[in-house]
């Protein structure tokens, strides 16, 4: 499995940006879907925005969409997630999270590679 470490979280007032970087170690990077998912107090996990191996496809949550950009860079084995308009209700821990090209985002929990989290606060 691939290693993720997620980094780039932090505090910021409502209407800011943060750019969110996941760092993935091994081979199989450039090989493997991307996606950020986010946990706030209180509620299950959920997915925020997913990029296939290429970059070619990318898929958001309505509720970010306009807002945020997936990117990825094979050649740093990296993926990016830029938060623009940051609102109070983003306020989660941040998964970065890796899974074979093409997966149903369900699958992703029980099938895919996690990172430990960032926390994103947003202040009103």
């Known amino acids: 499995q691939v290693q993720l470490v997620e980094s780039g979280g932090g505090l910021v007032q409502a209407g800011g940006s943060l750019r969110l970087s996941c760092a993935a170690s091994?081979?199989?990077?450039?090989?493997?879907?991307m996606g950020w998912f986010r946990q706030a107090p209180g509620r299950g996990r959920e997915v925020v925005s997913t990029i296939s191996s290429s970059g070619d496809s990318t898929y958001y949550a309505d509720s970010v969409k306009g807002r945020f950009t997936i990117s990825r860079a094979n050649a740093k084995n990296t993926v990016y997630l830029q938060m623009n308009s940051l609102k109070p209700e983003d306020t989660a821990v941040y998964y970065c999270?890796?899974?074979?090209?093409?997966?149903?985002?369900?699958?992703?929990?029980?099938?895919?590679?996690w990172g430990q989290g960032t926390q994103v606060t947003v202040s009103s």
């Open positions: 091994g081979r199989t990077f450039s090989t493997n879907a």
């Open positions: 999270a890796a899974a074979r090209d093409f997966l149903p985002i369900r699958m992703w929990e029980s099938t895919g590679s």
